[in-house]
Structure formats: C-alpha cells, structure tokens
C-alpha cells in the first residue's frame, strides 16, 4: 500500500508538470525554496556548535518547523489531494495499511527531504561523540515523523471542515497571523539585532517549557547522549515515540470515521429572504447596501481590513521601538493604512466576480456609473474612517504623543480620499479577472493578468504618496502654532479634501468607464472562485 500511494503521489507531480507552464514554474521555484531551506537551516544548525544554549537555539527551531507543519498543509489541502480522505473513501481499503501509505506519500517529495537535511544540521551544531551523531540522527528522523503525523492528524480531523466554505474562510483569516508574525519580523527583529538587544542568548527562557514538548524532547535527547547520558536520551527519545504513537492512534481514529461518515460539507444552507436596507434611495443607496453587506459578512473582505490594519501598524513600528525613534513614522503609518484600504479594492469588478454581469445592467450611462462608485465609497468610507482614525490614535498613545493622534487622523481622511479615488479609476482603467487557487484561501488575478494586478497597487501607492504632499507641506508649515488651533485647522481641511479627491476620483471614473462597461462585464465573466 505504501508503495503504490507513493508511485501516486509522484505519478499526480509528473502529470501536474503537464498541465500547464505555470505548473512547472510553480514546481521549479518550490523546488528552489525547498533546497533553500535545506541549506539554510543546515548553515543554522551548525553553526550554533561550542555555544552554551546550542540546545536552546535548535529547540527553537525543532518548534517552529512542527508550526510549520501545522499550519501550511491547511493552505495545501485543496493542492494535494492525498490529505483529503474522502478521495479515498469508495475504495475496499483497510485503515490501518491506508494510514502507513498516506504517512508514507506525506513523507514524499522536496519539503519533506530538505526537511530532514536541514534538521541534520544538529550533527554538527549540537552532537558530539559516535553516539551523539547516531542519537542527532534518529531524533531528527523522529523530529520530521511527529512533524509529519501531527499534519495528518489535523488535517484528516478538519477535512470536513476545510472542504466547506467554512474551511476556506478559515483558512484566508489565518493569512492574518502570519503576515502580522512576517511583518514584526522584518521590521523588528533585524533592528533588534542590529542594537544589541536580539542576541542567541535571548533564548535562554524559552527551554524552561519548551523542553518538554516533542521538539524539546527530540533536541534534548542529543545533548544528553552527547554528554555522556545515554539513559536520559534513550528515556526522551522513548516518551517522544510514544506521543508519536499517539498521534498516530489518533489520526487512525479520524481517518477511520471520515472513511465511513457521509459528507455534508456541501449542503446548502438556509436562505434568509430580507429587503436591502438603503435600496429606496436609488441606485447610490442600493450599491452601498450592497457593499457594506459584503464587506461585514465576506472573509476576504474581513482579512483585507485586517490586513490593512496590520500594515499601518508595522509600517508605524519604528516610532516607537530603537533609538531612533521618529514620530513622523506615525504619519507615514498613517499614509500606508490608507493607501492600502484603496489598494484592496483598486479591482472592485474583478472582486465582485460573475454577479457584476446583474450590476451592468443598471450601469447605462456616466450618471448610473457615479452612482455606483459614490455607493461603493460610501460603505468603505464607513469601515474605513473610524478603523484607521482609531489605529492612529492608538500608535500615538502607545509612542506617548498623543497630539499625532490628530495628525494621523489629518494625513489618514486626505489619503483615504485619494485611495478610493485611485481605486475608481483603476477599476475601470485596469479591469482583470481574478481567480482562487488550489491551496490558496486569496483570491489573486487570473493567470496573464499579475501585471494589471501590480499597476494597480504601485499606481494607487504613487497617486496617494503624490496626493498626501500638499497635507505634509501643510504639516511642516504649522508645526510652530498652538496644538488646539493646529488640530482644528488641520482635521477639517484635509477631510474637504479628501472628500473632494474621492469626488474627482468618482467623476473620472464615471467619464472613463462610459464606453467601457461591455469591457468590464468581460472581465468579470472570466473570474473564477
């Protein structure tokens, strides 16, 4: 069974390097990625060898390679059909023998591999003495094995889920955390490091409750069998086998049950028949309900608001962490949360996907097209203003300036103003489909079209830099003047000229968009979701 699940697994990569060019290069670049990772970690690994808390460091590392695992198969399961057991269930096939197989087909290919030369870093890096070199080996191949059924565990327990509309929500908000993790790193952790304050021995506390978990267990049991204890390495390596087992036995269970339980996960669900709020106002006020309806209740809409926010926040990271601190990174915050709440929505006809075709035909002329964009604007203006005013606020108390509250708010109404006159335009100027790809939650332009994609966001980033210019020019002229007459001056002109951006941005894109609505219902027609 192993075998033959294996030949699969290879069979469904060679017949995926047939489909397509984007398929090979996908495969090509992975493949880089993963010889990458092998290297790197190796590199890592070693070179924590004569260091103190070489234990410590490639605890750390055992830890967040067994995150890794649990949380990227959740990405793929859409990509690779062997984490789904339903694919499986109409076969005459016993669960036990089927668990080795699939344990073995997920142990197949690039990933897993450059995982374990990776991990085999430690022989260099922590062990020592003949048996510390055969103990880094085992504890390493047990290392990717509990790695690799903790996986299978989650994933065969969540298939029901994670094959619903549920699953795949649940799966684009976890983008969340990770870019929120991805960010902080980049920002602070280099900085961090650079002064001083990030160093190996940073670690030292985390082995206190790290230890005892299975990657503890695994790192541990080298330095003990490297120091001369072989009992204690055989007692870790003992109790890491058996959390193993557990797994396993656990896993077996899950697989077991989804094997024979009836899928439900695509039952409709029942439908809720209301009126639109705000419809009677014409097609201004029935475009806004629309919108404000997708934006509270559509995932991708949330993780674009949550992204947003997550932007503004790290772009602002370095007023206040380092020693040069500068409190005008706030506003440059400010100015990046804005641009972004125009850059996410800088697609609107390729975001609302097939149903635009209904919405086109109320689009006849320039006049139905600003009412279309001024609805839009007016229900991301409701999310958008208070969201981004309250960030703001909360950077400034956070750097003790709570004065940059109000500027934030200054520089954050002019260039939400520019942002969703930008994103007008280029919905109408750079029309694309966009589609959702297996094992990705997000949805992203359909293949040919990543260019209109990254004129879309560069242009939007460009038109509300060059739109914010005359709110800093303004800034700087009045830093001399009392804060009270400052922030009462300031606020209310940059929100008239927000407000008169976005009003020029919706004129323009009415005027652009006139001959082009057979275009866009084009562009919508292609997406795929």
């Known amino acids: 069974m192993a075998r033959l699940l294996i030949q699969l697994k290879l069979r469904l990569l060679r017949n995926a390097l047939r489909a397509s060019t984007a398929a090979k290069v996908s495969f090509v670049i992975s493949t880089i990625l993963a010889c990458l990772l092998a290297v790197g970690t190796f590199v890592v690994l070693a070179a924590f060898r004569g260091q103190a808390i070489a234990v410590n460091l490639t605890t750390v590392i055992f830890t967040l390679f067994a995150f890794g695992w649990l949380i990227l198969p959740i990405f793929a399961f859409g990509l690779d059909g062997t984490l789904d057991p339903a694919t499986l269930a109409l076969y005459p096939l016993r669960t036990r023998p089927l668990a080795t197989g699939l344990l073995a087909a997920s142990a197949t290919g690039a990933w897993p591999l450059a995982n374990v030369i990776g991990l085999l870093g430690v022989t260099v890096g922590l062990a020592s003495g003949v048996l510390g070199e055969l103990t880094a080996v085992v504890a390493v191949l047990m290392q990717v094995l509990f790695c690799i059924t903790l996986a299978r565990f989650v994933t065969t327990s969540m298939a029901r889920l994670l094959r619903s509309r549920r699953g795949r929500d649940f799966a684009a908000f976890l983008i969340l955390p990770i870019v929120a993790l991805y960010e902080i790193f980049t920002q602070v952790v280099p900085r ?22 299975p990657p503890g267990l695994a790192a541990h049991a080298i330095q003990d069998a490297s120091h001369g204890h072989p009992a204690a390495a055989v007692a870790r390596l003992a109790l890491l086998a058996a959390i193993i087992g557990t797994l396993g036995w656990l896993w077996i269970g899950s697989l077991s049950r989804a094997l024979v339980t009836a899928d439900t996960s695509t039952q409709s669900s029942r439908v809720r028949s209301s009126g639109l709020r705000f419809a009677r106002s014409g ?247």
């Open 192 to 213: 961090a490091a650079a002064e001083g304050k990030l160093t190996t021995h940073s670690f030292a506390g985390f082995d206190a409750w790290i230890r005892w978990l």
């Open 283 to 529: 097609l201004r006020g029935a475009v806004a309900a629309r919108f404000w309806v997708y934006q509270r209740r559509d995932p991708i809409s949330l993780v674009y608001w949550g992204l947003t926010a997550v932007i503004m926040v790290v772009a602002s990271v370095s007023a206040f962490v380092g020693h040069q601190r500068s409190p005008n990174v706030l506003l440059a915050g400010a100015t990046f949360g804005a641009a972004f709440a125009g850059v996410f929505h800088a697609n609107s006809v390729g975001l609302t996907g097939p149903p635009f075709v209904v919405e086109a035909t109320a689009l006849t002329g320039r006049r139905e097209l600003r009412s279309y964009f001024s609805g839009q604007n007016l229900a991301l203006t409701v999310i958008a203003v208070p969201l981004l005013i309250a960030i703001a606020f909360g950077l400034a108390a956070a750097d003790q300036r709570p004065e940059y509250g109000f500027l934030g708010t200054a520089v954050v109404l002019a260039g939400l103003g520019a942002a969703l006159a930008m994103s007008n335009i280029f919905s109408v100027v750079l029309p694309y489909p966009m589609a959702k790809r297996a094992g990705n939650p997000m949805p992203q332009a359909a293949q040919g079209y990543a260019a209109y994609g990254l004129g879309g966001v560069f242009g939007t980033l460009i038109g509300v830099g060059v739109a914010e210019i005359p709110v800093f020019v303004a800034l700087a002229q009045t830093g001399g003047d009392p804060v009270v007459i400052r922030n009462l001056i300031l606020v209310p002109a940059a929100a008239c000229y927000g407000l008169a951006l976005a009003w020029l941005g919706v004129r323009t894109a009415a005027r652009l968009g006139e001959q082009k609505v057979p275009e866009l219902v084009q562009a919508a027609v292609r997406c795929r979701g």
